[in-house]
């Protein structure tokens, strides 16, 4: 039996009250099978209702939880901000007050505190360009050693692959320069 809406039941309650030509017993008996439908269309919407205030006590508990955290996590913030400003009101205060003061190097140039700064940043750059440059050589290096099988013990260098001019390193090893001019190694000899 199809589902019906509790306006059309109480139409036909109605239509059934007013009709004449029914006896006691079949009014009686349409009447509970109103009662009964009506009864199951109640007991849907009592469902339903729970669903819907369960539905919506989830979402008053998840919105008052979401609240919450949201409330700690901005005090937590108005306090890091808090100290932040206080950090930089010190530091503020103290680089005026130290770039009042100056410094004296040992040319007798003055240096202040920013001017140190700078320096301190020139520095740490050409830091970070020497380990990119050792970085690289050691890769290289590395290559090399792995290429010809080159191993070095106590500074001594063994390796089954080596080509000529490292058997002869060691012999020669006195008499090698390097002309940066032109670039290139030579060795030195004497004639008997």
Do not use: C
């Amino acid at each position: 039996m199809a589902t019906r809406r509790i306006k059309d039941i109480i139409a036909d309650m109605r239509a059934a009250a007013t009709d004449e030509r029914q006896d006691f017993n079949s009014l009686a008996e349409k009447t509970n099978e109103r009662a009964s439908e009506l009864e199951a269309i109640l007991k849907k919407e009592k469902i339903n209702d729970i669903y819907a205030l369960l539905f919506t006590s989830l979402m008053v508990l998840f919105l008052g939880v979401f609240a919450w955290i949201t409330y700690m996590n901005n005090d937590d913030l108005r306090e890091d901000v808090t100290q932040k400003r206080d950090i930089i009101t010190k530091y503020q205060k103290a680089v005026i007050h130290d770039t009042i003061r100056t410094y004296v190097d040992e040319n007798g140039k003055e240096l202040t505190v920013p001017s140190l700064i700078d320096d301190n940043v020139k520095l740490m750059n050409k830091i970070s360009e020497l380990e990119v440059k050792i970085s690289v050589y050691e890769f290289k290096l590395d290559y090399i050693k792995n290429l010809y099988g080159i191993r070095m013990d106590r500074g001594k260098i063994e390796s089954s692959e080596v080509d000529s001019a490292m058997l002869l390193l060691p012999m020669y090893r006195d008499r090698i320069s390097y002309d940066s001019i032109k670039k290139q190694w030579s060795v030195n000899r004497k004639y008997v």
